[in-house]
């Protein structure tokens, strides 16, 4: 059963931490989303790469978070130093583009990484 | 900027009802718009919607998409308990990019 894979599933840390969250991309997805949901403001956009390479980066905060695809099973967010207002829930999703089935918009989310900035 | 509007914020119905959820959209970049149902954890894919009206249904869901009008409505018929979920309408631009609203959080009662 293919599915996206994130790591941790929760994170408690201190303000001025390093936090890094993990994702596997489904096996032959070639674009990896990265989403931060909060109450206030929803599934925000954060990062997207196709094909490993760095598509889209302009939602997020450039002077702490940073993010990466070392290879094609592994996509990293990274928080330096992080802040009670990053505490939320981050979600990495994966999709095929441009893709043969009907279905080539669907993304197939992880099951998030709840982060707690105290 | 693409934007995603869905409303009403929030409902609560008794089984059985029926609901209807909206969705607009300002997209420069349309490809196409897709609704999620988001439980206790990640979204989960429902509907791709391409084409204007022609109605896509699963089950007791269905939904449709005006591209006139830029809006999209999600119908559930003789809701259940396992209803109760957050759904999530999103747009899609080029290379896959989605645009989420906020969501409209459904609560079902029994």
């Known amino acids: 059963d293919a599915r996206v894979t994130q790591t941790p599933r929760h994170k408690v840390t201190e303000m001025g931490q390093e936090v890094t969250m993990r994702c596997q991309p489904i096996l032959g997805h070639n674009t990896v989303f990265w989403y931060r949901q909060t109450m206030m403001q929803g599934l925000e956009l954060l990062a997207y790469?196709?094909?490993?390479?760095?598509?889209?980066d302009s939602g997020m905060p450039k002077d702490r978070f940073s993010a990466e695809m070392p290879d094609a099973t592994l996509a990293t967010l990274k928080i330096q130093p992080s802040e009670p207002r990053d505490s939320a829930v981050y979600f990495c999703a994966s999709g095929l583009y441009p893709g043969t089935s009907v279905n080539t918009g669907e993304l197939f989310f992880g099951e998030g990484s709840r982060l707690t900035v105290l | 900027e693409d934007k995603v509007v869905q409303s009403p914020l929030s409902l609560v119905v008794h089984e059985g009802d029926t609901v209807t959820l909206n969705c607009s959209y300002e997209?420069?970049?349309?490809?196409?718009l897709l609704w999620y149902k988001q439980e206790k954890k990640a979204p989960t894919f429902l509907f791709m919607l391409t084409s204007s009206g022609i109605e896509k249904k699963s089950g007791r869901l269905s939904s449709i998409l005006d591209k006139k009008e830029l809006f999209s409505i999600l119908n559930i018929t003789a809701t259940q308990t396992g209803d109760s979920a957050v759904y999530l309408c999103?747009?899609?631009?080029?290379?896959?990019?989605?645009?989420f609203g906020g969501g409209t959080r459904v609560l079902v009662k029994p």
């Open positions: 999103a747009q899609k631009a080029a290379g896959n990019k989605l645009t």
């Open positions: 997209v420069t970049n349309f490809r196409s």
């Open positions: 790469f196709r094909n490993r390479a760095p598509l889209d």
